[in-house]
T-cell receptor, first 116, second 111 residues
Framework: DTGVSQNPRHKITKRGQNVTFRCDPI?????LYWYRQTLGQGPEFLTY????????KSRLLSDRFSAERPKGSFSTLEIQRTEQGDSAMYLC??????????????FGAGTRLSVL | DAKTTQPNSMESNEEEPVHLPCNHS???????IHWYRQLPSQGPEYVIHGLTSNVNNRMASLAIAEDRKSSTLILHRATLRDAAVYYCILRDWGSARQLTFGSGTQLTVLP
């Protein structure tokens, strides 16, 4: 296992189109997180899952955003009717509950979205 | 999560030690101090964490003030590959919730 995998790495779309990103966490990691990062800023939390249950959503996650994690494995993040303000790097991370004392999150390389 | 304050940027010469400061005056007794870094075009990666005592690992050392209101990440010999944004983050013990990132410190390593 080489770590958290995100696809695609880059996505260019036109305003109003729908896009979907995929995240494959480290095997057996039961927690999965989505963050968004804009230029010059630290990552901002969007949502996270424990297994297949979505436990928390940020106010940043508008109605146009939806995330799923069927069967508690990979996750998808969909943005409907994209806007130019959605242009950002979308990062996925995973962690393991049995290591709660550290709760180290392992990040993927991200998907960079550009909305034209 | 309690707030942390870091300088926006720092410079270091290659092969010299680097001390990256972080202030966290409102830290609670159960908060761990975590450091992550983000290399260009990559996601953040864990560096080190500690509670009260100084900590060492293969990547860095973490020096924690006696009152825990500040800490310092120490890179003993900076290399060009250490150029990154370094984030200091407080985490409640046992919390599996999200990380709260600030703007971090952009470290530039000069050859």
């Amino acid at each position: 296992d080489t770590g958290v995998s995100q696809n695609p790495r880059h996505k260019i779309t036109k305003r109003g189109q729908n896009v979907t990103f995929r995240c494959d966490p480290i095997s057996e990691h039961n927690r999965l997180y989505w963050y968004r990062q804009t230029l010059g800023q630290g990552p901002e939390f969007l949502t996270y899952f424990q297994n297949e249950a979505q436990l928390e959503k940020s106010r940043l996650l508008s109605d146009r955003f939806s995330a799923e994690r069927p069967k508690g494995s990979f996750s998808t993040l969909e943005i409907q009717r994209t806007e130019q303000g959605d242009s950002a790097m979308y990062l996925c991370a995973s962690s393991l509950d049995s290591d709660l004392a550290k709760n180290i999150q392992y990040f993927g390389a991200g998907t960079r979205l550009s909305v034209l | 999560d309690a707030k942390t304050t870091q300088p926006n940027s720092m410079e270091s010469n290659e092969e010299e030690p680097v001390h990256l400061p972080c202030n966290h005056s409102t830290i609670s007794g159960t908060d761990y101090i975590h450091w992550y870094r983000q290399l260009p075009s990559q996601g953040p990666e864990y560096v080190i964490h500690g509670l009260t005592s100084n900590v060492n690992n293969r990547m860095a050392s973490l020096a924690i003030a006696e009152d825990r209101k500040s800490s310092t990440l120490i890179l003993h010999r900076a290399t060009l590959r250490d150029a990154a944004v370094y984030y200091c983050i407080l985490r409640d013990w046992g919390s599996a919730r999200q990380l709260t990132f600030g703007s971090g410190t952009q470290l530039t390593v000069l050859p």
